[in-house]
Structures are given as C-alpha cells and as structure tokens.
C-alpha cells in the first residue's frame, strides 16, 4: 500500500499510507524518541525491551546520582561507589550484550521503571579496551556520549 502513492490520492489516502510507514518504523526502531508517545497508533505507550545484561558504572554517591562532571566520574572508577545498571540495547548497536554504547538506554532498577539520571555522568571501567570511560546519560535513561578519560 504504501508504495502506491499516486498523484491524485486524496490526503486521507496519503495520511494511511504514511502511517502504515510510520508504524513500520516504529516497530524497526529502538523508539527511544517515542517513549511517552504513540508509537503503535493503538493509545498505548512504548514498553522498552528486556534489558540484556547488567553493566557497574562509578560516582560517588551512595546511591546512583551519577557526577556533574566527566571528569568526577571518571576519578570514582574503581574508587568510590559502584552501582548496577540494566542495559536495553538499542537494536542496531552491535558491540555486546554488556556493553554500554550510545543509543542504549540504562535503567537503575531490574524492572527497567526507573530511567538512569538524566544529564548526569557515571565512570565505567571498560575492561575490554583496557580504558576508563565517562558515560554522560540523556533524556530517559539514554547513553548521550562515551568519552575516555
């Protein structure tokens, strides 16, 4: 349907067909954007995927503030207090199951109901690459920038 669009459609018959695409898209897509929409046209929200693994991130909170700067997360790695972080992978990051990448989102609970603090910085030992690393957390849980320390 969607590849028939015609010069003459009416703009009803455009609206159905760019939003079967739409809906397309949606189900393709790590729909990070979408959250709080409607990714389906069915009223629902959008339920993230199982988170795939656990990854420890660095501050130096108690609990999982995170820092206001790279750099404070980057001095509590292997320092200060480590926390658990539950990873959902966004669908076309390839680099691991445990390992963080942007795009992907994190959650600090197993449930994946509470988001990550946003515009916050957590330190994360990247033992695979033998680097520290900074992980600065955007809007709903989602991995904005890895930086080396």
């Known amino acids: 349907m969607i590849n028939d669009i015609l010069n003459g459609d009416s703009a009803g018959d ?3 067909k760019l939003n079967e695409l739409i809906n397309i898209v949606n189900d393709y897509s790590s729909s990070q954007y979408v959250d709080a929409g409607n990714p389906g046209g069915d009223g629902g929200g959008y339920n993230p995927p199982p988170a795939s693994s656990v990854v420890m991130l660095w501050d130096n909170n108690a609990s999982p503030m995170g820092e206001t700067f790279a750099l404070s ?4 790695i292997n320092m200060n207090m480590s926390h658990d ?3 959902s992978k966004d669908p076309m990051n390839m680099g691991g199951t445990s390992i963080p990448e942007v795009g992907d989102t994190l ?3 197993s449930a994946l109901a509470m988001y990550a603090p946003e515009s916050m910085y957590f330190g994360w030992d990247d033992t695979t690459n033998m680097q520290h690393k900074s992980i600065e957390i955007g809007n709903a849980g989602l991995i904005s920038v890895i930086s080396n320390c």
């Open 14 to 16: 455009i609206r159905a």
């Open 73 to 76: 997360a980057c001095v509590a």
């Open 85 to 87: 972080f539950w990873i």
């Open 107 to 109: 959650y600090t609970d």
